[in-house]
């Protein structure tokens, strides 16, 4: 159930939010999320990072409480360098053996997770095993330059080439390197890492789990993200901001990807009549084109009608597949002269086309998809939204109709998102829902880091340490534009 239907129930109600979140930090979550209990390290980022963008997490907990929490997370620390999704894995040291430590491994996103979370919480991270970590995060790379989740037995990385894990890898070198741990530690092979991610973007102008992967909003973001904090993306002024021998994204490079996430943004809902658990969502409007044959070319005796038809009962237009004889290059030759003489007579009498007519109703309420001709959903308003503040690109979003979106559509009667109208809330939307809107700056939320997705606040904490001095300019080459840019494309204001 969701709340609010017209103009002026727009509104986010921080309160319910509170309680919710705060019922999934002091309470036990439903059962549903038993199959989840190796990640708790996911669960347990989102649901701090939720309460401190509201700006109640420590009055609404004690010093003692944020204490358990801290010691929790580095109970989830690996000895080998990393951390655990959870502490059920861990067998203790003296258990542990060069045969069964493959059986408790660390891996990639319980790390960043958990060095966020000590952000968040405010911790000193002086416990972080910060060199055994690098260095564990060295070993993770694959060949090609991409990286994989943790590794398995012998050593072996585990996990195939993936985005995913390069924005991890990227955010975590980012987080605990220094200029001398940069020169003790054994790092990261950064320009095969940017060649890997600038290699897997597509056609369209998105990004890809790996190269010659379909374009994916989640995707598009962690490879930005991760170019941003290696320091290879054009600085704002459109200049390389890595010198020509190293290996950086161009503005073309930007241009494409802005391109494609623009056009993320759709009108195209899911229904919270149709949208359930276990089926497909529809869309929101009931209009139909119309079925029977969409398209058909002029016939001759030597070449049969190839036509795209659909039966009256039917959603989709079904393909009439030519079959072998239609494949014969001689009759496909033949039928291309024939569509395109068909083609040019039929643009030598086409009258100027009519003016597109929007029904301005359509427009209240925009959300984003994930990949092209996808349904809304609440977690790309940020993956693909945050993406494009990040690239200094906020004044392209219909800030008013993603509100809307979020807040009349998913927003949930009980505090927290669901996926689609009409669905429960759970803690991955829930948590993306409210970072939306603290990217654009919805009253009642702190600011958010695009590229992190915590508060600033948090990073700024992390950056105040006394180990994270001066180390920009050694993890980024030396980019004096790319720090100012890094500077720049956080969130002031709340």
């Not at 030519?322 to 009258?351: C, I, V």
């Not at 007519?357 to 308003?381: H, I, M, Q």
Request: aromatic content about 8%.
């Amino acid at each position: 159930m969701s709340l609010g239907t017209g103009p002026e129930l727009s509104d986010f109600a921080r309160e319910r939010h509170v309680k919710y979140w705060l019922r999934c930090l002091k309470t036990f979550l439903p059962h549903l999320y038993i199959s989840t209990d190796s990640s708790r390290m996911t669960l347990a980022l989102f649901t701090l990072s939720a309460l401190d963008l509201l700006g109640v997490l420590h009055e609404s907990t004690t010093p003692s409480e944020r204490s358990h929490y801290i010691d929790w997370i580095y109970r989830c620390q690996h000895p080998s360098g990393g951390f655990r999704g959870f502490t059920g894995a861990n067998f203790g040291d003296v258990n542990r053996t060069v045969d069964n430590e493959h059986w408790d491994p660390a891996n990639l996103a319980a790390t960043f997770f958990a060095l966020a979370g000590l952000a968040i919480l405010r911790d000193s991270m002086e416990r972080v095993k910060r060199r055994e970590c690098l260095e564990w995060l060295a070993k993770l790379q694959l060949d090609g330059g991409s990286f994989g989740e943790g590794l398995g037995k012998n050593g072996q990385i585990e996990g195939d080439p993936d985005i995913r894990y390069c924005f991890l890898a990227a955010v975590t070198r980012w987080m605990l390197k220094d200029r001398t741990q940069l020169d003790e530690a054994k790092d990261i092979d950064v320009d095969k890492l940017a060649a890997f991610i600038i290699a897997s973007k597509t056609y369209d102008g998105g990004i890809g789990q790996a190269p010659s992967h379909e374009a994916h909003a989640g995707f598009t973001y962690n490879g930005l993200g991760a170019l941003s904090l290696l320091g290879r993306l054009p600085s704002p002024n459109g200049t390389s901001a890595a010198s020509p021998s190293i290996v950086a994204a161009d503005e073309s490079f930007v241009q494409d990807v802005v391109h494609w996430l623009v056009y993320r943004q759709t009108t195209m809902l899911a229904d919270d009549t149709q949208a359930s658990e276990g089926t497909e969502a529809q869309p929101r409007s009931a209009h139909k084109p119309p079925l029977g044959t969409y398209h058909s070319v002029p016939t001759s005796p030597d070449v049969p009608p190839v036509a795209l038809e659909g039966p009256p009962d039917h959603h989709d237009a079904q393909i009439q597949h030519p079959g072998p004889s239609q494949m014969h290059p001689e009759r496909n030759t033949h039928l291309l002269h024939m569509l395109k003489a068909s083609t040019e007579k039929s643009l030598a009498h086409a009258s100027a086309p009519a003016p597109l007519r929007v029904d301005p109703g359509e427009l209240l309420w925009v959300g984003f998809s994930g990949r092209c001709n996808k349904f809304a959903d609440t977690c790309y308003s940020w993956w693909a939204g945050s993406t494009l503040i990040m690239l200094q690109k906020a004044h392209l979003l219909s800030f008013d109709a993603i509100r809307r979106y979020l807040l009349e559509k998913t927003q949930h009667i009980v505090g927290g998102f669901g996926k689609l109208p009409g669905d429960p809330p759970d803690i991955l939307h829930s948590y993306l829902g409210l970072a939306a809107l603290a990217a654009m700056k919805e009253p009642g939320l702190r600011s958010i880091d695009p590229t992190l997705c915590i508060s600033v606040s948090a990073r700024e904490h992390l950056e105040s340490m006394p180990w994270r001095q001066d180390s920009h300019a050694a993890l980024q080459g030396g980019s004096r534009d790319m720090q100012k840019q890094m500077a720049n494309i956080t969130l002031r204001g709340g």
